[in-house]
Nanobody
Framework: QVQLVESGGGLVEAGGSLRLSCAAS????????MAWYRQAPGKQRELVAK???????NYADSVKGRFTISRDNAKNTVYLQMNSLKPEDTAVYYC???????????????WGQGTQVTVSS
């Protein structure tokens, strides 16, 4: 069993900052990919940022230069530092981790419960 717990969302004024966290616990051997997605009302869920084995990172064009994804492998935690927030960043943010529970075993996709980020203008 694996559980993901997100924290750090909230209400912030435009131009402000927030830091999201997503901590995984349970039976974990390795975490390959850690990512953040978001879903605004009436829109599809979209990829915000992704880091793979700490080697490569990818960002949506809309957040490049403003958001930074990082990971603490010892804590099985991924972070999303969000600076210069805009009203269009308002959404529910979800973390997504690809986790192997045993050596050489398959990886499974796990989702956090979501955390609301609201940016006021």
């Amino acid at each position: 069993q694996v559980q993901l717990v997100e924290s750090g969302g909230g209400l912030v004024e435009a131009g402000g900052s927030l830091r999201l966290s997503c901590a995984a616990s349970g039976t974990i051997f390795s975490i390959n990919t850690m990512a953040w997605y978001r879903q605004a009302p009436g829109k599809q869920r979209e990829l915000v940022a992704k880091t793979t084995s700490g080697v490569s990172t990818n960002y949506a064009d809309s957040v490049k230069g403003r958001f930074t994804i990082s990971r603490d492998n010892a804590k099985n935690t991924v972070y999303l530092q969000m600076n210069s927030l805009k009203p269009e960043d308002t959404a529910v943010y979800y973390c997504n981790l690809l986790i192997a529970q045993v050596p050489g075993g398959p990886t499974y996709s796990y989702w956090g419960q979501g955390t609301q980020v609201t940016v006021s203008s």
